[in-house]
């Protein structure tokens, strides 16, 4: 599964240039220009990683900051300030307010990615593993190869990434909204109850031996190894 980042910067040039060369590097990048439209989509779901403009209509990426490390769902969100503000004032703000790295513009695009890479692997280190390993699961992402206990498992491609997206947070429960959303994408209309069949067809392909998904009644599923 891909790491998600969220950009948002007004400057349309830039804007374009960091998602071409984020999707480059093998992200899933969603776009935005304003600090209010973020905050909203910020509240309806939240990424791996926030790429944040200090200055920015609606609402400021200072303020935008502020606003989210107050709440519980964005406490924990890595956040990367972006901003032409280079006094040494300025960056203790930033980083006061709660943001994880500071990035002066104008910038090396390497290394942003470096500072990306760097930031995602200290947040969740599952999310840039090439091998996940967990509960006697050995899940390699880069030959799409799936073991349990050394016995080498048939999964589909879905049920793949469903076991994927599950590991990358291991015990933590996930709403089939967050599987249909991390699994199948925000542009693919897909039926709540498809999440229970591939669920389902997971079970099946992990074989006996004690069920690795839990199931949460009302709520979702989880890995619990």
């Known amino acids: 599964m891909k790491p998600r980042i969220m950009v948002v910067e007004d400057e349309q040039p830039l804007l374009l240039m960091l998602k071409y060369n984020l999707e480059a590097e093998g992200y899933d990048v969603a776009t935005i220009e304003r600090g209010d439209e973020a905050e909203m989509r910020l509240s309806e779901s939240v990424p791996d990683l926030l790429l944040l403009d200090w200055m920015l209509p609606g609402v400021s990426g200072i ?46 695009v390497p290394e942003l990615m470096a500072r990306v890479r760097a930031t995602l692997r200290r947040a969740n280190p599952e999310l840039i593993a090439s091998v996940l390993k967990n509960g006697g699961i050995e899940l390699d992402r880069e030959t799409h190869r799936v073991r349990r206990d050394g016995r080498e498992l048939r ?45 389902g067809r997971l079970r099946r392909a992990l074989g006996p031996g004690r069920d690795l998904i839990r199931t949460v009644r009302g709520a979702g599923y989880a890995f619990d190894a």
């Not at 964005?74 to 990367?80: G, V, Y």
């Not at 280079?86 to 090396?108: H, I, M, Q, W």
């Open 63 to 108: 303020e935008l900051c502020r606003r989210l490390r107050a709440r519980e769902t964005t406490r924990r969100l890595p956040i990367i300030m972006l901003t032409a503000r280079g006094e040494e004032s300025e960056r203790v703000r930033g980083l006061a307010t709660g943001a994880d790295d500071y990035v002066v513009k104008p910038f090396s």
């Open 155 to 199: 999964l589909g491609p879905t049920e793949f990434r469903l076991l994927e997206f599950l590991m990358q947070n291991p015990t933590r429960v996930q709403s089939r909204a967050q599987l249909l959303d991390g699994v199948w994408g925000r542009n693919v209309y897909v039926d709540e109850r498809t999440v229970d069949v591939h669920i």
